[in-house]
Each structure stands twice: as structure tokens, then as C-alpha cells.
């Protein structure tokens, strides 16, 4: 089939690459149900002059026609693209914030954690600073006492 006209590339799929058990595939098909992947041609039919396409390499490499192997339009493949796209796109930004929202309230937490015991630190070493004072101090009045 490479780059030759067929049956198959001559007639619109209405924006459908059909498999064997009749599914729809959506966007790009990258793989044919027979497990090849699909390589894009270019019509050279009559009805669709140079319209690009997506072909199961395995139907292009025998020149099928009129099969059960994959065959989309390159621009309808593209169209739904940009239509799961924007399906998608709320749906992520809306798990990005959640996510977001999580993570700030994660970060907060450790910070008050981490200040908490920063703070805890601090009063320690104060107590022990005061501690080391009074004893330096009292040292130093007996020192004194006793010349």
C-alpha cells in the first residue's frame, strides 16, 4: 500500500478506525488489532488526493483493501486528540489542585512541627544556659567568699 491508492483511502470513515470486534478507536491508533503498528500514507485516490492516513503496516505491506485492519484519517485522528485533550484537561487541573492543596497542607504541617520542636529546643537550652549561669555564678561566690 505504501503511499498507493486504495479502496480503503478513497472512502471516509466517518472519523473511525475500526477493528475486527467493531470497536472504535479514538485518536492516533498506534497499533492494529493483529498486534502491527500502524505507519501514515498518503491517498492517492481520486476522491481523497494526498489526504494523509493512518494503515496497519501489515494490510499496507499486502495491499488490502476493503479489510479489518486499522485505517484512519490523520486529520480526524488529530481532531480527537484535541477533543481527549480537552475532556481532560479540567479533570487534571481540578486533580492538580487537590494535589496542591494536599501538599501546602502537608508542608504546613511539618513546618508547625519542626517549629514546635525548634521551639521546645530552645526552651532546653535556655533552662540549660540559665542553669550554667547560676552555676558559674554560684561558683564564683564561693571562689569569692573564700579569699
Known amino acids: 500500500m505504501s503511499g498507493a491508492s486504495s479502496n480503503t483511502s478513497g472512502a471516509s470513515t466517518g472519523g473511525n478506525a475500526y477493528r ?8 492516533i491508533p498506534k497499533k492494529c488489532w493483529c498486534g502491527d503498528e500502524t505507519v501514515p500514507l ?5 476522491k481523497n488526493p494526498y ?7 501489515t494490510a499496507a505491506r ?8 486499522i485505517f484512519k484519517w490523520i486529520d480526524e485522528a488529530l481532531i480527537n486528540e484535541v477533543e481527549t485533550l480537552e475532556f481532560k484537561t479540567p ?3 481540578q486533580e492538580l489542585r487537590e494535589i ?26 535556655m533552662i540549660v544556659g540559665i542553669v550554667g549561669c547560676v552555676g558559674v555564678l554560684g561558683i564564683m561566690e564561693l571562689c569569692i567568699r573564700k579569699w
Open 62 to 69: 499486502k495491499k488490502l483493501e476493503n479489510d479489518n485492519h
Open 20 to 27: 475486527r470486534w467493531g470497536g472504535v478507536v479514538m485518536g
Open 42 to 46: 498518503m491517498s492517492k485516490s481520486d
Open 100 to 125: 496542591q492543596t494536599k501538599v501546602d497542607k502537608e508542608l504546613c504541617d511539618k513546618v508547625q512541627a519542626l517549629l514546635a520542636e525548634g521551639k521546645g529546643n530552645m526552651k532546653r537550652m
Open 51 to 57: 489526504r494523509r492516513y493512518y494503515r496497519c503496516a
Open 91 to 93: 479533570r487534571l487541573e
